[in-house]
């Protein structure tokens, strides 16, 4: 069975400047979360997404933004990018919604802002 | 709001001693899911606890639910330079559901 694959692996982009970064769950998955990663903050949630409605959202401005379409996939989008934004960018699937089910990771989107 | 903490915040031991990270919320948990995250890579899941004072084994790493639901802890006995990597405590949000990673705990071992 294929695993969570995030694309692209790595992005860079300047200041202002908007991002799309895709993720494909586990297939029979329809959970799909965000994550931030940075080496201060450690891993944040974004948002949760659960067949195409979002169930969670985490604690970020409104600059971040996703959606899932029906077939599970996720995207997410950061829009007016600032340094700050810089980080390791994780999606993860899960069977079911994530307060009853574990969390399958993919190797993640590096976006640097410069 | 709830919190997690998780210590100690880095590890450095030599191959063949034992660690123990550590992970503590203030409130109550349902459960509480453990990751391992080797350098460069993404987190993996290990195990899940659910039961007051739960104990689970896989090979030398030893997983630990409190009697109180409160805190838990991951033993690993003799470490291997494999063994290396950060190591996250995540409960769920009591009132979302939504995972809380801990600020982890980063093993190095020297061979």
């Known amino acids: 069975k294929a695993g969570v694959t995030q694309t692209p692996r790595y992005l860079i982009k300047t200041r202002g400047q908007q991002v799309t970064l895709s993720c494909s769950p586990i297939?029979?998955?329809?959970?799909v979360s965000w994550y931030q990663q940075t080496p201060g903050q450690g891993l944040q949630f974004l948002f949760e997404?659960?067949?195409?409605?979002?169930?969670n959202k985490g604690n970020f401005p409104g600059r971040f933004s996703g959606r899932q379409f029906s077939n599970s996939r996720s995207e997410m989008n950061v829009s007016t990018l600032e340094l700050g934004d810089s980080a390791l960018y994780l999606c993860?699937?899960?069977?079911?919604?994530?307060?009853?089910?574990?969390?399958?990771f993919g190797a993640g989107t590096r976006l640097s802002v410069l | 709001g709830q919190q997690v903490m998780q210590i100690p915040q880095y590890q450095h031991v030599q191959e063949g001693e034992d660690f123990t990270t550590y992970c503590n919320s203030s409130?109550?948990?349902?459960?509480i899911q453990w990751y391992k995250q080797r350098p460069g890579g993404h987190p993996v899941f290990l195990i899940q606890?659910?039961?007051?004072?739960e104990v689970k084994k896989q090979k030398r790493l030893t997983f630990q639910f409190g009697e109180a639901k409160k805190n838990s802890s991951l033993h690993i006995t003799a470490t291997q330079t494999t063994d290396v990597g950060t190591y996250f405590c995540?409960?769920?949000?009591?009132?979302?559901?939504?995972?809380?990673f801990g600020q982890g705990t980063t093993l190095q071992v020297k061979p």
């Open positions: 993860a699937s899960s069977f079911y919604p994530i307060a009853k089910n574990i969390q399958y």
């Open positions: 297939s029979g998955h329809r959970s």
């Open positions: 997404y659960f067949s195409e409605t979002q169930r």
């Open positions: 409130t109550t948990l349902s459960n």
């Open positions: 606890l659910v039961k007051s004072g």
């Open positions: 995540a409960p769920p949000q009591s009132n979302t559901g939504k995972l809380i």
